[in-house]
């Protein structure tokens, strides 16, 4: 099988859904804490990104493209590996983000089900996930370790 764009673009896909799915379906299990919580997964995509843009800017279509102007962009994700890269890119942090989340939530003592909306909005529409996260936390969370930390003074 040869190593297209698409095929890649169909394995990190699941790679990083397995990562949402344990997140928001398994957060205490111990496959969770070693897959994504301690950052494994976000990991693999991110060697995959580095792969993916690295070859583009070794490749062919190195001088196509950039991040000046708009136009650069556009002509930049015309090439299906740099566009699959820029995808690989989203996944990755959104998933770090989402990693971040929960365990800022576990360290506030934010219940999980007051979590799963922002990881769902995070893993679709990472920004405004992120944005009802920082609400979530600001209004219901308290920073349980702070609090062990001052009464033990």
Do not use: K
């Amino acid at each position: 099988m040869a190593l297209t764009p698409d095929f890649l673009f169909s394995l990190a896909n699941p790679v990083a859904l397995l990562g949402w799915g344990l997140l928001i379906l398994a957060p205490r299990w111990a496959v969770t804490r070693r897959l994504v919580l301690s950052g494994a997964l976000p990991l693999v995509l991110a060697v995959t990104y580095a792969l993916l843009i690295g070859s583009h800017y070794l490749g062919a279509h190195a001088s196509e493209g950039g991040f000046s102007s708009l136009q650069e962009v556009t002509a930049l994700f015309r090439d299906p590996w740099a566009l699959l890269a820029g995808w690989v890119h989203y996944l990755c942090f959104d998933l770090c983000l989402g990693v971040w989340e929960s365990l800022d939530a576990r360290r506030r003592g934010v219940p999980h089900l007051l979590l799963v909306p922002c990881l769902l909005l995070t893993f679709m529409l990472g920004p405004v996930g992120l944005l009802l996260y920082s609400l979530v936390r600001r209004f219901y969370g308290r920073d349980v370790t702070a609090s062990i930390a001052s009464a033990t003074l």
